[in-house]
């Protein structure tokens, strides 16, 4: 929620942002705060803050390398002493990352998901964040590991539903509640009234469903709150997975063969899909082109989904911390930057400041962006675990094993022996 006041965020923007530990590399505790944040409250500039070069990694499409630039040019055009060189890694990123680290040629500052934080943590400088200068506390969750905050809260990317209104207006449906998910039992009624039809010319009502949103929908999550514990076996998540596999039997989601080798997404753009429940904001800018079909977005059916929230991290190695911080300082706090990534044509993300907000919401204001500002405040955060190739090997028997994706064993019977998987793999 919108909980904080501009000018709260504008006396908080200088001093949120720290490094802590010890060594010659962390800064002092006011550095970041000398920085020009571009702000009307910031007093300082060219001259009066750090200097130097630093450099900056993350990952994306054209449009939101292009996006990313727009806002470094906006960061030196308010610190003309510092020079940030862009390190764009368009394919590999994470490898490439791990591949810098270890050669000791880690950039400055580094974009990373929550999703991805426990594998490179140790490579990261500790961060001292003021949680209230945020839309939510969760953001500053999503980048923390055992209450240690190891980047700053950038940007937010949840996941929304995409409705064709030309099949709900054609069915007789009333269309969904903007501001409200719909329940998992009405969403199931509305994809079999969308479905009709027979082959090629078979319209569905939703995509294939994709566990990773659903255990939400249904009230489960992977783990246990303190994540030290798999709560695969629960009867949550045990009941989202018995629920795919029966749209899977219903027929109103593109069977196994049809999904093969398919961008479900063009299925949607195509008309053959009436609802598509794995939209992130980077599917905006493609569907602002689509003619042929009116479309709008509403809220994941059961407050389902999770958001991604990318962070900027400061390398420990970093030789010029300062200037680093004051970088990280000013694109995750300054009410200028945020407005300026999350107003972005590329629509490449929802802002964490809640003043920039309404940048996002304008980016294409006849269609429904709020649900995504709303899913970022209500939707869970990703569950992040250090050993994430193990435990994503074990997480492979739920495709493997179940009907779900090509197996034939029950829902019931494999996820309890998945989570006993994980739970070994979290005790060791």
């Given at each position: 929620m919108r909980k904080w006041s501009i000018l709260v965020l504008s006396l908080l923007v200088v001093w949120g942002l720290t490094a802590c530990g010890s060594g010659s590399n962390n800064a002092s505790n006011d550095a970041a705060g000398n920085a020009n944040t571009g702000n009307q409250s910031d007093a300082g500039g060219a001259g009066a803050g750090p200097k130097g070069n630093i450099t900056f990694a993350f990952w994306g499409a054209q449009t939101e390398a292009d996006a990313i630039k727009q806002v470094i040019d906006n960061f030196q055009s308010h610190n003309p002493d510092i020079k940030v060189e862009s390190q764009w890694i368009q394919q590999d990123y994470l490898?490439?990352?791990?591949?810098?680290?270890?050669?000791?040629?880690?950039?400055?500052?580094?974009?990373?998901?929550?999703?991805?934080?426990?594998?490179?943590?140790?490579?990261?400088?500790?961060?001292?964040?003021?949680?209230?200068?945020?839309?939510?506390?969760?953001?500053?969750?999503?980048?923390?590991?055992?209450?240690k905050t190891y980047a700053a809260p950038?940007?937010?990317?949840?996941?929304?539903?995409?409705?064709?209104?030309?099949?709900?207006?054609?069915?007789?449906?009333?269309?969904?509640?903007?501001?409200?998910p719909m329940t998992t039992e009405q969403f199931d009624e509305i994809a079999k009234k969308i479905t009709s039809g027979e082959g090629s010319s078979k319209i569905y009502g939703s995509e294939p469903l994709w566990i990773g949103n659903?255990?939400?929908?249904?009230?489960?999550?992977?783990?246990?709150?303190?994540?030290?514990?798999?709560?695969?076996?629960?009867?949550?998540?045990?009941?989202?997975?018995?629920?795919?596999?029966?749209?899977?039997?219903?027929?109103?989601?593109?069977?196994?063969?049809?999904?093969?080798?398919?961008?479900?997404m063009n299925w949607f753009l195509s008309?053959?899909?009436?609802?598509?429940?794995?939209?992130?904001?980077w599917s905006i800018p493609q569907m602002a082109d689509t003619e042929g079909f009116d479309w709008?977005?509403?809220?994941?059916?059961?407050?389902?989904?999770?958001?991604?929230?990318?962070?900027?991290?400061?390398?420990?190695?970093?030789?010029?911390?300062?200037?680093?911080?004051?970088?990280?300082?000013?694109?995750?706090?300054?009410?200028?930057?945020?407005?300026?990534?999350?107003?972005?044509?590329?629509?490449?993300?929802?802002?964490?400041?809640?003043?920039?907000?309404?940048?996002?919401?304008?980016?294409?204001?006849?269609?429904?962006?709020?649900?995504?500002?709303?899913?970022?405040?209500?939707?869970?955060i990703q569950e992040a675990q250090k050993r994430t190739n193990e435990i994503n090997n074990e997480l492979k028997a739920i495709d493997d094993q179940t009907p779900i994706g090509?197996?034939?064993?029950?829902?019931?019977?494999?996820?309890?022996q998945v989570a006993e998987k994980i739970n070994k793999i979290l005790q060791q």
């Open positions: 490898t490439k990352l791990q591949t810098m680290i270890a050669g000791g040629t880690t950039p400055d500052v580094i974009l990373v998901s929550g999703g991805d934080l426990p594998g490179f943590a140790s490579a990261f400088q500790e961060l001292q964040i003021d949680p209230s200068v945020f839309s939510s506390q969760s953001l500053v969750d999503a980048m923390s590991i055992d209450g950038f940007i937010i990317k949840p996941k929304v539903m995409a409705i064709n209104k030309d099949l709900f207006a054609k069915n007789n449906i009333e269309l969904p509640s903007k501001t409200e659903w255990i939400y929908a249904f009230g489960g999550q992977y783990y246990s709150d303190d994540l030290s514990k798999s709560t695969l076996d629960s009867p949550e998540a045990i009941q989202a997975g018995e629920y795919i596999v029966s749209t899977k039997q219903a027929g109103t989601v593109p069977s196994d063969n049809e999904k093969q080798g398919q961008d479900m008309g053959r899909i009436g609802m598509y429940t794995d939209f992130g904001p709008d977005l509403v809220p994941f059916p059961g407050n389902g989904g999770s958001k991604e929230v990318d962070g900027l991290a400061l390398s420990k190695d970093s030789k010029n911390p300062d200037a680093a911080k004051a970088f990280i300082t000013y694109l995750t706090q300054s009410d200028e930057a945020q407005k300026i990534i999350g107003g972005n044509k590329s629509a490449y993300g929802v802002p964490v400041l809640a003043s920039a907000m309404d940048a996002f919401e304008q980016i294409f204001p006849d269609k429904n962006l709020n649900a995504f500002v709303y899913a970022a405040d209500n939707q869970h090509i197996g034939k064993q029950d829902v019931k019977v494999v996820f309890p």
